[in-house]
């Protein structure tokens, strides 16, 4: 009876709670009832008493409903809508899974397992979304997410298109048991399928036993194939001699050989793929393979018989291949047919968006639609065999776009290889087919001949682009198998089989028999002048000094328009004048001068990359130092400046700006180029001059130097000349640029609020304990605000911003009385005046103000000659066309609000005629000292993009920094390009603080307090190592995630394939960043200079420049050589960062020190020279200080930019390297530089502002 009695009581609490809930769910009805009662007894009528009841009939419609009523509606839609469906049972099933008790959760797994394997889904494989997509998403976003075995992970993940679902789930599990081998193989195959290769590499570099493999899959990440493939075949060789140890992972044994294979394949060896494939029987192999070494009737008889392979696009290429072969073009048609639809379905299955993955489809693609047009060709010439006078206009122009359709040229050789292979085995089916029409029809008669040739040479000029000279002369030597060959293709063949003996291995003797044995009759004049001038190249390139002269100078005399010709015999003479300044014998000034006019003709007469000539130039005058004011190179290059295309300049307008206070003959140079600038594109350097002008204008004002006045008056000479030639332009510029600088200054509020939040900063940057007394410089920052926010002038300009704020912050800051009297409570006033500053802010300032109210003359501002800025800052380009620019129409209605970096900008949009918007903030406040810094450094970035676009492993990764447009309006204004969706990593950080209600500034607080609390000292100290891990341990344990980072961008960007492009292309932004800021000893790299778009993952870091400490040395301010902490570790995982991050630095090192000319060092010398300018001339304010004079300037300039590429080089993989015995591993300079940034002995060595648990 005590049983059956128990439920009583919650029956009625359960009916009681039956009545409240139905109280509070229909509640609003007698409300509503009472309401209308109300307003009938006020006696309310007409429309506000009709107002009133229809407001009461609501309140009592919405108050009868319940939750059946939300249910089924949201039912009916999920039911009518699949993706709905799909996100409501990811978004559900995480939050039941956690309400479950752990005993319930293991009940489940299995069963959820039998669920996920059961055959009936893949009759929705081809649905998108699926069953099967929701299901592992909501799984994967379980915690703790249920243990799914790793086969089935991956083929949910590459059969139902959840690819990046899977490869985070397993990329997990990998790292929580290193030692599952199935998981780690079923992501290694995830990744082969996606073409994530180097993925592979930073997978197996954490699992292999072997330091051959690291070193294999290194060389083959840089494209050092033939050095890989001698590491993977010694490796084999030793496991089956037995000098590996029988532990030994079969795994690694069987990567070796695969890895092997395609390193063969890159390297052009079919016949020993070919020979590998019959030893162990692989018929796939041998179907890839036999066929481009032309044994069609061994494929057809003996391989396709007994193959039993998959059915895919490349079998069905094969297949087609051998049928067109055979003459059978009906049976070509159709497996092109059924690979198109296998290509269709593997299109379908692979992620909505990616890279490497679709990319490899295409070319599938594209090799299909040329075995249509094969067997297209096939018809046509059996027309022409019946009909010798058919005229094969549909055969030439299938030639003709088989010359234009072409793959990338970073793309691999085994691509270009196996479009080659298939192109020449056609060539010679038209070359036998027309052979006998040389008297009916000789331009049908050659039409093979030439086109095979062509293709065989882009195929040798490909190897040699990517590094593989004895692969670009097999292919010269074995591919074109005829005898007779137009005088064009041999010119060409020539000039590659020489080039490739020139690159390394260095086979100078061998390519000078080449081009001494060359009968030079059948070549035109530009032709032999071109096989001189190579001869020049090798006998300098083996120590023939006079020999290479004379080769140039025949070289030059037969073609005088030849660009590479005057170029080469400029660098040769430029080559002599060095040698002969570093000896101290006679000549240098001639050879000079020769090297001068030698890069001027070369500049006059050449393309894009003979232009880059006139960085040599500006090397040359810019660091001249000869005395007593003279310049050897501006005095010759003066006698050639009309020769020289005016559009060469363009970029190097702050170079010529900063000569016209060098020495007397460079300020001549710098003033008659300018002049021809001024006249010829005069946006182009507007923006600088007026800049110029107006800062040097404020410094005379304080008294300048002689040198100073001089160029001000040159430069405002040039200026006037502008404005006389084009009076209307100038207006408009001047009334826009007037405007910007003067109309979108930030408030006083929130010039205040960043000043303070800087002494805040500096609050947390100094040494004294919180308990102590404030040290002195804070009290004079604080002086100096106030000095400048609250003087008479500024009270009087904005009264009430001085009767809100100037008297409580005299009464906290200003006042010895009342002035804090430890640092302590400094802070505690500061966060208080932060707080209240920001709530003023944001209730004063919205986040988008309107341009008629902030700048009435800008609203009704309508350009009609004035351009974007920013077009012209692309040396290489070809000639700029001003008429074909892009125009400012006129400026957005909506001004952007911009608060990062601790300062407050304006964001505002420059609309071209065409309608696009490109956006400018607004910068104020600045040194011009530090804004011209940071502008040099941006015009060194660019040359470094320049760079990164001539190497094939950088174009393949995609690397290139991203640089926004400065443009410089006067003395410490300037517009920054600016994206909307730009968020810092310190934005980042405050804004996960919030979410959980911390205080941002506590871990920095807890920091500094226990290091100096264990008697560490300074924040940067070595001192009290010990203190500085326990207080950043106890940080990340229990304060700050590591998925901080993570967390924000899941929640950004759409869907996890998505997520995954978000990472990779950040992982090799950073990558790019930070092996140029170990290089250049960038500081500061605290979160709020580190942006990114959330949309793309570009990144770009303010301040980004070099810092000369006291002795004009390059300073490195941090104790790790750049920022790659906990949070960012996670983002890019530990396979990104040991794969992807590791490769692209050492590829973009590889690129910026692997051109033969040596730009990187030009540059450098160049951005150097005006950095050590700008530092003599900080010091020399100093009275003990004697200014630098032109030689010395010369000096560090040289020793600094010395410096920088030997950081880069250090960086850059060796094909020495990985070989063995004392050589250094392929990737030992960044993997050190990457060890060094992640140590956490370096990292709690940093200053708490600079957040090193972020």
């Known amino acids: 009876r ?191 399928m996606l073409g994530e290769h180097d993925m592979i590499a930073g997978l197996w570099r954490k699992r292999c036993t072997a330091k051959e493999t690291a070193s294999g899959l290194a060389l083959m990440q840089h494209g050092i194939f033939s050095k890989a493939q001698d590491v993977f075949s010694s490796s084999v060789m030793q496991v089956y001699g037995g000098n590996f140890p029988e532990a030994m992972k079969k795994a690694e044994i069987c990567l070796w050989e695969d890895s092997w294979i395609q390193c063969a394949k890159q390297l052009n060896q079919w016949d020993q793929v070919a020979e590998f494939a019959r030893q162990i029987d692989h018929n796939e192999m041998k179907l890839d393979s036999l066929w481009k070494l032309g044994e069609w009737q061994h494929l057809r008889e003996n391989v396709f018989p007994v193959a039993q392979c998959e059915e895919t696009p490349a079998l069905k290429c094969v297949t087609a291949r051998a049928a067109l072969q055979a003459g059978s073009v009906e049976a070509g048609d159709q497996a092109v047919r059924q690979g198109v639809m296998f290509a269709l379905h593997k299109w379908w299955a692979l992620p909505p968006a990616g890279i490497q993955a679709h990319a490899d489809l295409l070319f599938r693609f594209q090799q299909l639609v040329e075995l249509q047009e094969s067997a297209r060709v096939l018809v046509e010439i059996g027309h022409a065999s019946r009909n010798q006078n058919h005229p094969c206009t549909e055969l030439k122009d299938i030639l003709e776009t088989w010359r234009l359709r072409l793959p990338n040229e970073w793309e691999s050789l085994e691509r270009w290889s196996e479009m080659v292979h298939w192109r020449s085995h056609m060539h010679n089916v038209v070359v036998n087919a027309f052979k006998d029409f040389h008297q009916i029809n000789p331009p049908l008669h050659q039409l093979g001949f030439r086109d095979k040739a062509w293709s065989v040479n882009r195929l040798a000029r490909i190897a040699r682009k990517h590094g593989q000279p004895r692969v670009c002369v097999s292919v010269l030597n074995k591919m074109y198998g005829f005898t007779t060959m137009e005088v064009q293709e041999a010119f060409v063949k020539i000039c590659e089989q020489a080039k490739a003996h020139i690159g390394p291995p260095l086979e100078h003797k061998q390519a000078l028999n080449l081009l001494n044995t060359t009968n030079l009759e059948y070549f035109p004049t530009q032709h032999k002048a071109e096989i001189f001038r190579l001869r020049g190249e090798v006998l300098q390139g083996h120590g023939d000094l006079e020999g290479a002269r004379q080769a140039f100078s025949t070289a030059v005399s037969i073609h005088k328009r030849l660009p590479k010709g005057w170029y080469s015999w400029a660098r040769h003479c430029d080559y002599m004048a060095t040698n002969a300044q570093v000896g101290g014998a006679a000549g240098e000034t001639d050879w000079l001068g020769n090297a001068v006019a030698g890069y001027a003709q070369a500049a006059r007469e050449g393309s894009a990359k003979q232009r880059a000539a006139v960085l040599r130039l500006v090397s040359l005058v810019a660091l001249d130092a000869c005395p007593e004011g003279q310049n050897k190179a501006a005095t010759a290059l003066a006698q050639y400046l009309d020769i020289i295309p005016a559009y060469v300049w363009l970029p190097w307008v702050p170079q010529l700006l900063v000569g016209l206070e060098r020495s007397e003959a460079e300020a001549a140079l710098c003033a008659k180029v300018l002049a021809t600038l001024v006249a010829s594109y005069p946006q182009a350097c507007f923006y600088e001059l007026r800049a110029f002008v107006l800062e040097r204008r404020a410094g005379a004002a304080s008294g300048g130097a002689e040198a100073q006045s001089s160029a001000l008056r040159t430069a405002a000479e040039c200026l006037e000349q502008l404005r006389s030639a084009q009076p209307s332009l100038c207006a408009e510029l001047e009334l826009l640029l007037g405007e910007l600088g003067t109309r979108f200054l930030p408030r006083l509020e929130e010039r205040l609020l960043s000043q303070l939040e800087a002494v805040l900063i500096k609050c947390h940057s100094c040494a004294a304990p919180s308990a102590g007394a404030v040290p002195p410089a804070l009290g004079k920052a604080l002086e100096a605000t106030a000095e400048v926010l609250f003087s008479a002038e500024a009270c009087a300009r904005h009264a009430a911003f001085a009767a809100r704020y100037k008297a409580p912050f005299e009464a906290d800051f200003a006042r010895a009385a009342t002035f804090p009297g430890t640092l302590a409570a400094l802070q505690g006033r500061l966060k208080r005046w932060r707080s209240t500053l920001r709530a003023d802010v944001g209730a004063r300032v919205p986040a988008s103000l309107r341009l008629e109210e902030e700048a009435p003359a800008l609203a009704a501002y309508r350009a009609r000659e004035v351009d974007i800025p920013g077009q012209y800052l692309d040396p290489e380009g070809a000639d700029v066309d001003v008429w074909r620019t892009q125009r400012l129409s006129h400026l957005s209605a909506a001004v952007g609000v911009v608060a990062r970096q601790g300062a407050a900008h304006r964001r505002v949009g420059l609309v071209a005629q065409d309608g696009s918007v490109r956006r400018f903030k607004v910068e104020t406040g600045a040194a011009a000292g530090a804004r011209r810094g940071d502008e040099r450094a941006l015009q060194l970035l660019r040359a470094v993009n320049r760079l990164l676009r001539k190497e094939p492993e950088c174009l393949r990764r995609r690397l290139a920094l991203c640089l926004p447009v400065a443009v410089p309006l006067a003395a410490g204004v300037r517009l920054v390009e600016d994206v909307t969706d730009t968020v810092t990593l310190g934005e980042v950080y405050h804004l996960h603080c919030a979410r959980y209600g911390r205080d941002a500034d506590q871990p920095v607080t807890y920091f500094k307090e226990a290091v100096l609390a264990a008697g560490g000292g300074a924040a940067g100290a070595a001192s ?231």
């Open 1024 to 1254: 009290g190592l010990e203190a500085r891990k326990q207080a950043y341990s106890d940080i990340a344990s229990k304060v700050i995630s590591e998925n901080l980072l993570n967390q924000f961008v899941y929640k950004t960007v759409i869907n996890g394939t998505h997520l995954t492009i978000f990472k990779r292309h950040f992982t090799t932004q950073m990558a790019l960043w930070s092996v140029l800021g170990a290089a250049l000893h960038v500081g500061g790299r605290a979160p709020m200079r580190l942006e990114f778009s959330r949309k793309s993952g570009d990144i770009f870091h303010a301040d980004f420049c070099a810092q000369l400490d006291a002795t004009g040395g390059l300073c490195a301010p941090e104790a790790v050589p750049f920022r790659l902490t906990r949070n960012l570790q996670s983002f890019c995982t530990p396979f990104g960062v040991e794969g992807l991050l590791v490769a692209s630095m050492a590829a973009g090192a590889k690129a910026l020190v692997g051109d033969p000319r040596g730009q990187l060092r030009e540059y450098l010398e160049i951005y150097f020279r005006d950095e050590v300018l700008n530092w003599d001339g900080k010091a020399a304010k100093q009275a003990d200080w004697a200014p630098l004079d032109t030689a010395a300037v010369r000096t560090k300039a040289i020793a600094l930019a010395a410096g920088v590429v030997g950081s880069l080089e250090r960086c850059a993989p060796s094909a020495e390297a990985g070989e063995g015995g004392g050589a250094p591993p392929v990737h030992a300079g960044v993997s050190e530089l990457v060890r060094a940034a992640t140590h956490p002995d370096n990292i709690v060595r940093s200053l708490p502002t600079w957040l090193p648990w972020v």
């Open 2 to 192: 005590g049983g059956g009695g128990a439920p009583q009581p919650m029956a009625e609490v359960a009916d009681d709670g039956g009545d409240e809930g139905a109280q509070a769910g229909g509640g609003a009805a007698p409300q509503a009832q009472k309401v209308g009662a109300d307003i009938a007894e006020t006696g309310v009528g007409g429309e506000l008493g009709a107002l009133f009841k229809g407001h009461s009939e609501f309140l009592a419609s919405v108050g009868s409903l319940c939750v059946e009523d939300l249910i089924d509606p949201l039912e009916e839609i999920a039911h009518s809508d699949a993706q709905l469906s799909c996100s409501l049972w990811v978004i559900f099933f995480p939050i039941v899974w956690a309400a479950l008790d752990k005993t319930n959760q293991v009940n489940v797994v299995k069963p959820m397992i039998a669920l996920l394997s059961k055959q009936c889904h893949l009759q929705q494989a081809q649905q998108r979304p699926n069953v099967m997509q929701a299901l592992l998403e909501s799984i994967s976003l379980s915690l703790p997410q249920p243990k799914v075995p790793s086969e089935l992970i991956r083929f949910i993940g590459r059969t139902y298109q959840t690819w990046h679902v899977a490869i985070p789930m397993l990329e997990s599990h990998v790292n929580l048991f290193p030692q599952d081998t199935r998981c780690f193989d079923a992501l290694a195959d995830l990744y082969r």
